[in-house]
């Protein structure tokens, strides 16, 4: 872990979550998320202050704690800090537990709160305009990443570094979550195919060990729409009979060897919803509700 030069002015911070980094004239620094907590973002600190940099500017790309929950840390260390978040996302940021509330679907039963992680709402202080827009006298591009959250950006600097966020998902990310978690299928889709129209010189993902190339991004893209895809048609083939979506959840389980823990159903089981909704939306899936159970099937 440490801090690597991309090209530029541009660096970013290798970690289990990557966190992108822009170095201005005068020392001030912009992050591109934070990290999940007090103890990663403390090292972050430590890291930037080696290179003299001081964090004033953040842009969180999505809401998940792993890229916002240590924003509080720089709030109370860095003060001034100025945050940056998509309005779909700011909703999430500054109220902490919509997250858990979407996944259960109601008040968190207190497990999932305790496994998703402690995390403090904060002040979102600007929502950005897609395009272009200037931060400290230079010039970064916002781009519309949805699918994996409601309302996911990426940040593209000066140096013609695009930091991706989850808007696609590496190599490995994919070997480890055969199943992972989207929001809207159809959002996450066009996500991909407007990933392989970008015309930057290198890319960095949230979860990746490298950087990618154009080229290299582009065919990670259509991997990661095989991937959607292929749990489409494992779908629809299962639902040529009537199965209900716990049901469904677990014969993909099986297919994908995939083995789940409390925190894991619950993340997948709204992925489930998201495909069952993409389909159903599409005219392709009827249901039924039989003695308090909701079935699904092909039409």
Same mark, same amino acid.
């Given at each position: 872990?440490?801090?690597?030069?991309?090209?530029?002015?541009?660096?970013?911070?290798?970690?289990?979550?990557?966190?992108?980094?822009?170095?201005?004239?005068?020392?001030?620094?912009?992050?591109?998320?934070?990290?999940?907590?007090?103890?990663?973002?403390?090292?972050?600190?430590?890291?930037?202050?080696?290179?003299?940099?001081?964090?004033?500017?953040?842009?969180?790309?999505?809401?998940?704690?792993?890229?916002?929950?240590?924003?509080?840390?720089?709030?109370?260390?860095?003060?001034?800090?100025?945050?940056?978040?998509?309005?779909?996302?700011?909703?999430?940021?500054?109220?902490?537990?919509?997250?858990?509330? #979407?996944?259960?679907?109601?008040?968190?039963?207190?497990?999932?709160?305790? !496994?998703?992680?402690?995390? !403090?709402?904060?002040?979102?202080?600007?929502?950005?305009?897609?395009?272009?827009?200037?931060?400290?006298?230079?010039?970064?591009?916002?781009?519309?990443?949805?699918?994996?959250?409601?309302?996911?950006?990426?940040?593209?600097?000066?140096?013609?570094?695009?930091?991706?966020?989850?808007?696609?998902?590496?190599?490995?990310?994919?070997?480890?979550?055969?199943?992972?978690?989207?929001?809207?299928?159809?959002?996450?889709?066009?996500?991909?195919?407007?990933?392989?129209?970008?015309?930057?010189?290198?890319?960095?993902?949230?979860?990746?060990?490298?950087?990618?190339?154009? !080229?290299?991004?582009?065919?990670?893209?259509?991997?990661?729409?095989?991937?959607? #895809?292929?749990?489409?048609?494992?779908?629809?083939?299962?639902?040529?009979?009537?199965?209900? !979506?716990?049901?469904?959840?677990?014969?993909?389980?099986?297919?994908?060897?995939?083995?789940?823990?409390?925190?894991?159903?619950?993340?997948?089981?709204?992925?489930?919803?998201?495909?069952?909704?993409?389909? #159903?939306?599409?005219?392709?899936?009827?249901?039924?509700?039989?003695?308090?159970?909701?079935?699904?099937?092909?039409?």
């Amino acid at each position: 872990m440490g801090l690597n030069k991309i090209n530029g002015n541009t660096y970013y911070i290798d970690s289990p979550t990557n966190i992108g980094v822009y170095a201005f004239k005068d020392k001030y620094c912009l992050l591109v998320d934070t990290g999940i907590n007090n103890t990663v973002a403390g090292k972050f600190d430590g890291f930037l202050g080696e290179a003299g940099l001081k964090p004033k500017y953040i842009i969180n790309t999505h809401n998940h704690n792993d890229h916002s929950g240590a924003n509080r840390y720089f709030y109370e260390h860095h003060p001034g800090c100025i945050f940056y978040a998509s309005l779909g996302e700011s909703l999430f940021i500054e109220n902490d537990s919509l997250f858990q509330t #979407y996944l259960y679907g109601a008040k968190p039963i207190k497990e999932l709160k305790k !496994r998703n992680g402690k995390y !403090r709402g904060m002040n979102v202080d600007v929502i950005p305009e897609y395009g272009t827009n200037k931060i400290n006298n230079e010039k970064f591009e916002i781009l519309p990443l949805p699918g994996h959250s409601i309302e996911q950006i990426g940040v593209a600097t000066p140096d013609k570094v695009c930091f991706a966020g989850d808007g696609l998902f590496s190599e490995s990310i994919l070997k480890k979550y055969p199943f992972p978690f989207l929001f809207d299928i159809e959002d996450q889709l066009n996500t991909i195919e407007y990933i392989k129209t970008l015309e930057y010189d290198h890319y960095i993902l949230s979860h990746g060990d490298k950087v990618y190339d154009t !080229r290299q991004i582009r065919a990670l893209a259509d991997k990661n729409k095989a991937m959607i #895809y292929k749990h489409l048609d494992d779908i629809k083939e299962l639902l040529s009979q009537p199965l209900t !979506r716990e049901e469904l959840l677990e014969q993909v389980c099986i297919l994908n060897s995939i083995s789940l823990d409390f925190r894991d159903y619950f993340l997948c089981f709204a992925s489930m919803g998201a495909f069952i909704a993409y389909l #159903y939306n599409n005219d392709l899936l009827s249901y039924d509700v039989e003695d308090g159970k909701l079935y699904y099937y092909m039409k």
